[in-house]
Structures are given as C-alpha cells and as structure tokens.
C-alpha cells in the first residue's frame, strides 16, 4: 500500500499538470503520504546493549539488555552513529 501511494504522490504532478486534476486531490495525495509528526523528543544519552553480531541494540528495559553475546554497553546516540538499529523499531525513551 506504501508503493501504491508513493507512486501516486509521484504522479500526481503530471496528473495536475496534463490531466487537470484538481489541485485539492494532490494536496490530499501528499498529506496522506507525509510522515507522521513525531511524539517526543527521544534522549540519546540512553545507554544500550549493542549486539555486534546482529547489529542491533536493545533498551534498559529489553529483557535482551546484557544477555546477548557478543555484546558493549555504550550511548543510544553512538551506536546509531555506528550503524546499529533498535531491536524493537524505535529508539529507547
């Protein structure tokens, strides 16, 4: 569904512009594909279990944290650097 609307917000110019689509249905195409505005701010000085084998890293609160090998303690912030990824998707709050 994704591909759907991204393709759709890709052509919704040239629908506009060659087809005479009402430019409120390309206002409406691009409102729906535009990212959800973000809840809280997230604090990058967490301290989280990177697991370097699979490249993720897991919260405090992750029954995970300090039990995967091979694994380092370091900042939430520092390990997006390095290209780890949160294990559940979203980082720590």
Not at 5 to 16: E, T
């Amino acid at each position: 569904m994704v591909v759907v609307l991204a393709i759709l917000v890709a052509i919704a110019p040239l629908l506009a512009k060659y087809h005479n689509a009402p430019a409120v249905v390309v206002a409406k195409l691009a409102d729906i594909t535009a990212p959800p505005p973000s809840t809280a701010p997230v604090d990058m000085k967490h301290s989280v279990w990177v697991n370097r084998r699979s490249g993720l890293y897991y919260c405090r609160n992750s029954r995970f944290f300090g039990r995967m090998s091979p694994g380092i303690l370091m900042e939430q912030q520092v390990a997006l650097q390095k290209g780890f990824r949160p294990a559940e998707g979203q980082a720590c709050p």
